[in-house]
């Protein structure tokens, strides 16, 4: 699983309180974007803990809202090993409603 500038990788990292996410570029090997439930813009927006399903499907439609900023509009998601359930699940449906396509 790689990504490019065109279709960047999706790496989530979730943690008992949060959830991070980063877009690579594998080809070029840095990250294009990096966002996490700790931002304080996150945190200002919707005012929501990290650590749970809401707060991750909220996190979904906010990557998918900077990701477009970005001319991001595809991607391919690497789910770092998590199963595919609760807020891995959440922060995907969530990305994809706001129009991130996988």
């Known amino acids: 699983m790689s990504g490019t500038k065109e279709i ?8 008992l309180s949060n959830l991070c996410v980063q ?6 090997g840095h990250t294009i974007l ?5 931002d304080d813009s996150f945190k200002k927006e919707f005012g929501v803990k990290g650590g749970n399903v809401e707060s991750a499907k909220k996190m979904g439609a906010y990557i998918a809202r900077e990701a477009s900023k970005k001319d991001i509009q595809k991607i391919v998601f690497d789910r770092g090993g998590y199963l595919y359930h609760g807020r891995i699940k959440a922060l995907a ?3 994809r409603e706001a ?3 996988f």
Request: net charge positive; proline share 4%.
């Open 8 to 15: 960047p990788r999706l790496i989530v990292h979730r943690s």
């Open 34 to 38: 990096s966002l996490s439930t700790k």
């Open 93 to 95: 449906d969530g990305a």
């Open 99 to 101: 129009g991130l396509k």
């Open 23 to 28: 877009f690579i570029d594998d080809i070029a």
